[in-house]
Nanobody, 125 residues
Framework: VQLQASGGGLVQAGDSLRLSCAAS????????MAWFRQAPGKEREFVAA????????NYGDSVKGRFTISRDNAKNTVYLQMNVLKPEDTAYYYC???????????????????WGQGTLVTVSS
């Protein structure tokens, strides 16, 4: 499975941004999809996950109420809508996929087998 993330950029605090991640080479609808992020000098952090059908979503505490994950299985794409961005949201954002349904609940890095290249989101104050 190949994952290609896009949509990052430089925004101001309070702005919105939507990330996309296009998948190829696998059966997209069979994967749990997720977003992680990593700021300089910090560990990779779970942001959001979505189950295979798109019905259920799971969020990290720091983004609840501001970010929304969604997927379009017909387009093999997962999205991350980010609203009310804060400077502390600045990081590289990575999409990831897992064939293990438990990855929706146990959202650690090692549960996810495939990773995109990362897209940089910078939020200025």
């Amino acid at each position: 499975v190949q994952l290609q993330a896009s949509g990052g950029g430089l925004v101001q605090a309070g702005d919105s941004l939507r990330l996309s991640c296009a998948a190829s080479g696998g059966t997209f609808s069979s994967y749990v999809m997720a977003w992680f992020r990593q700021a300089p000098g910090k560990e990779r952090e779970f942001v959001a996950a979505i189950n295979r059908t798109g019905v259920r979503r799971n969020y990290g505490d720091s983004v609840k109420g501001r970010f929304t994950i969604s997927r379009d299985n017909a387009k093999n794409t997962v999205y991350l809508q980010m609203n009310v961005l804060k400077p502390e949201d600045t990081a590289y954002y990575y999409c990831a996929s897992s064939s293990d349904v438990r990855a929706f609940y146990f959202t650690t890095v090692n549960r996810y087998s495939y990773w995109g290249q990362g897209t940089l989101v910078t939020v200025s104050s």
